[in-house]
């Protein structure tokens, strides 16, 4: 036989755990006040910025990696491992291409902008 909760008692439970989220972020933003305010002043460092070549480099590598892991969901299915189910191909397939699409429209405009730069009057 099923058991039911009563409404309102999992309502009670569910306002009761709401109070005790806000209770804690409130406790959580009182001591961040009071951090700041007690606790010595910092000063920042700015992190540095990362190259265009670094941040390019970081984007073909992962777009290689999505495809790579495409490419062995494919052949796992392929091979009728019981692990891996079409929906599983379709997605990877998709995010693979999707991701190539994005890094090839990058590539364009970074190779229309280059082209822009060294036609423009000195």
Avoid: C, H, W
Avoid at 3 to 25: F, G, K, T, W, Y
Avoid at 69 to 97: C, F, Q
């Amino acid at each position: 036989m099923v058991q039911r909760a009563d409404i309102n008692s999992v309502l009670s439970e569910i306002r009761n755990m709401r109070s005790q989220m806000m209770e804690n972020q409130r406790i959580e933003q009182d001591n961040n006040i009071r951090g700041r305010v007690d606790g010595p002043s910092r000063v920042q460092e700015t992190p540095e910025t990362p190259r265009f070549s670094d941040m390019l480099s970081q984007a073909v590598g992962s777009v290689n990696e999505l495809q790579q892991a495409s490419s062995d969901l494919k052949t796992a299915y392929d091979m009728g491992d019981p692990n891996v189910d079409i929906t599983r191909v379709m997605i990877a397939s998709e995010k693979s291409s999707i991701s190539f699409e994005a890094l090839t429209q990058v590539r364009n405009r970074v190779v229309k902008a280059y082209e822009d730069i060294m036609n423009m009057p000195v």
